[in-house]
């Protein structure tokens, strides 16, 4: 499913553009919710539409199939920067777990362009962490090729081609902000004038200057975010992994945290493969939305 950004840089105002139970115009003027759990489908031949002041609609491309053969919708254009190097390549992947009781994805095919913005939506249970995992190599597909970057996902991980965050920022308590960010740095030997000026590059983005020297426990949930973010741009990644960052944090600091993200992928020009439930978040952040079904 592929949708446009709304034009305003209020999250509030696009969460109200997009609310579900909405419906976009699409092909012969058939409504398609895009409230039921991301469930709405379409024929491939079917063209959205969204004039002014209607709510975003949607648009399917190809089509992959996740879990017991139900579908994930993806367009079939590969993003805004066509002589770039994909920044993910995903073709006819499945993954079944060990037991074979569960197959998590099944023939899934999508491509992300460099600095493309994608959002991955569906019900739980319906494998889009997983995918997110199959990409970061953190889980190993049955089948199918997985390329990042042009690389093999197990070289990209090495390569740190990639920087992830989860739902929890996963800070080091007894580690400062700056300390934090700098890890990733660190582990690979930089040294400590370059980290300090990477850092404070950093924190500057994400508007934590002031806070360099204070620790994970004196922050609130959305700075903590914030810092996982920092951390995850340290080594100037061409991609960013995302699932559910913001899935724990309250409605306020939500919109607040969307609006930093969409700024800082702006300024950095990486890619971003994005886990949400949140539809109306899904189109407010995305070049593209990708609706998986169990």
Known sequence: MSVERPT???????HDAARP?????????????LGDAGTARMSSSDTA???AGDPPAAR???EAKSHDGATAAASGDAGTHADSVPAVELRQVGKIYASG?????????LTVGAGEFVSLIGPSGCGKSTLLRVIADLAEPTSGTVVVQGKTARRARLDQDYG???QQAGLLDWRTVQENVELPLQLHGVGKRERRARSAELLGMT???????RYPAELSGGMQQRVAIARALARKPPL????????ALDEMTRERMQGELLRIAEETGAAVVFVTHSIPEAVFLSDRVVVMSP
């Open 8 to 14: 305003t840089d209020d999250p509030a105002k696009a």
């Open 21 to 33: 139970g909405d419906t976009g115009e699409v092909g012969s003027g058939d409504p398609t919710p």
């Open 164 to 166: 992830i965050a989860f």
């Open 49 to 51: 539409r969204v004039d």
């Open 240 to 247: 960013l992994l995302m699932d559910e960052p913001f899935g």
């Open 101 to 109: 009781a569960v197959t998590a994805l099944e023939d899934i095919t």
């Open 207 to 213: 508007g934590l200057t002031d806070f360099a020297l």
């Open 60 to 62: 399917l491309g190809d």
